[in-house]
């Protein structure tokens, strides 16, 4: 999630309007709510949705009522039920500067990264860390909150963070990525299904977050989602011109420093980085602005409508799509 900063305003970063990190399994980053892919790959068991298609929200795409309901005015926050948490002390001062954002060489067309624009940012604040699922639980505990998963009765998971048993009742698959399978009773406390539990890994990033989940989420934190390209400059961490936010090399010196697919998809993950499944969310270096699995481990939301087509002319804070790391604006 993002947050303000205090001061002048600057050109910097930011997500949730306050930063905030929330690696929700298919929640916090995606289409209509542009959720943002780890470098290469993510972590496997992604929830809310495939990842496939465009959330089914209220309002035609492009229309005035639905251009509202998504953008940073309608998401300022304001009274909720529940007790308000303190501020995140784990944000960080993204400062306002110049990015190129996307790229003139895609690998993959259908992602509609191209072409590469110049864009300016102003400063914003953002989560160090994806929300964990002991976070979320706070968010949860205050406000009795359920979230989309949990009242549709399923959610799509990774085949191979499936049990034997939970497979043995799935009839139906992504027909373009077959790996996704859908999961009755799978959501944020069952993220492989009911016979699976977050007891134990509460420092995980939380899944199977919707958008509408990540927006409830940083209303009530008192943050906001980053926009995409909020998320992309904070990602970068101040490098131009390199592959993952860290330089060039995936290994730098054989050294692992994101949760990605090690071997061949989807068949066999090696998990040489020392995880099949999600990471704990100070796993591995912060990026260049101290943000920690910026890349891989899960999937994040933005707060603004994913779309392939971009202008090449230089940008300012463009808010075309919206991810689950919550942020502040500086202002």
Known sequence: MAAPALGPARRHCAGLGCVLLLPLVLLLRGAAGDEESGAGACAASFAGSCGCGAPQRPGTHGSSAAAHRYSREANV?????????????????????????????????????????????????????????AEFEKFVNSTGYLTEAEKFGDSFVFEGMLSEQVKTNIQQAVAAAPWWLPVKGANWRHPEGPDSTVVHRLDHPVLHVSWNDAVAYCTWAGKRLPTEAEWEYSCRGGLENRLFPWGNKLQPKGQHYANVWQGEFPVSNTGEDGFRGTAPVDAFPPNGYGLYNIVGNAWEWTSDWWTVHHSAEEMVNPAESYSEFCSASQT
């Open 77 to 133: 926050p304001g009274p909720v039920p529940g007790e308000r948490p303190l501020a995140s002390p784990k944000m960080v001062p993204i400062p306002a500067g110049v990015f190129t954002m996307g790229t003139d060489d895609p690998k993959i067309q259908q992602d509609g990264e191209a072409p590469a624009r110049r864009v300016m940012i102003d400063a914003f604040y953002m989560d160090a860390y994806e929300v964990s699922n």
